[in-house]
């Protein structure tokens, strides 16, 4: 599928759902963990200008300390993934509970648990995910006249939420550069970062059901010309409808 060009058009029909078919271009931007999808994000946003939905902001404040998320988290795994001096100190008119009520999260913690369990991720996924969901239909709705919309979100397919977008790209690179950058970036172990890595879906897949591929194997200024021929880039057909 991947060929010499930065940017290649593949067959939107090969989705499993319907592309949104609205006048608003919807540009969902999804790929592998650490494959470049926040870089791609941050140039379509300072470079071209659009507003990025950044679902792992999302993700985030949906966690944020005294949420109902948090608190479900706090309750589910306990001190194992409360962040160091965060909680008020329980004393004679403050019990346990509320003490960690206000805690943050150690989310380098909570993510070494639901990414070596399959059961436990889907946990938190099944927690998250609506939250998250309901945060990009609000802002979409605040941005109903913006011609071009960029939905960036990890676990797009994942999801579900490819049903939202026009077109999608995937950012994608070799295995070896996702797991060498989330090593770099993030401090993690080989094995950690492999088991990151194992928890989505290969890029592999995402490729096939992608709209766009955008590589990310070279120098920043290629990745730039990619994601710049990916905007001005013409259908060769129409994007599926419902």
Request: aromatic share 4%.
């Amino acid at each position: 599928m991947v060929t010499d060009h930065p940017a290649e058009l593949v067959n939107p029909e090969r989705s499993p759902r319907p592309r949104w078919c609205g006048g608003q271009r919807r540009i969902g931007l999804t790929g592998g963990i650490a494959s470049g999808k926040s870089t791609v994000g941050r140039l379509l946003a300072e470079r071209h200008g659009l507003p990025v939905l950044d679902a792992d902001l999302y993700a985030r404040e949906a966690l944020a300390p005294g949420s109902a998320a948090s608190r479900a988290v706090l309750e589910r795994y306990g001190a194992q993934v409360q962040a160091v001096n965060t909680a008020v100190a329980p004393g004679p008119r403050v019990d346990q509970a509320r003490a960690s009520a206000g805690a943050e999260l150690d989310r380098a913690a909570l993510g070494r648990i639901v990414f070596t369990d399959a059961a436990e991720r889907r946990w938190l996924e099944e927690l998250v995910h609506p939250l998250v969901g309901q945060r990009i239909a609000a802002e979409l709705e605040r941005l109903a006249d913006a011609p071009v919309v960029v939905l960036m979100v990890p676990l797009l397919f994942e999801a579900g939420l490819d049903g939202l977008c026009s077109e999608v790209w995937v950012v994608d690179c070799d295995p070896q550069q996702q797991q060498q950058r989330l090593v770099a970036r993030d401090g993690a172990g080989e094995a950690d970062a492999r088991a990151r890595i194992a928890a989505q879906w290969p890029l592999e897949r995402k490729r096939a059901l992608a709209d766009v591929v955008i590589e990310n194997r070279g120098s920043p200024q290629e990745l730039a010309a990619a994601v710049h021929g990916a905007l001005t880039l013409e259908r060769s057909s129409p994007p599926s409808r419902p």
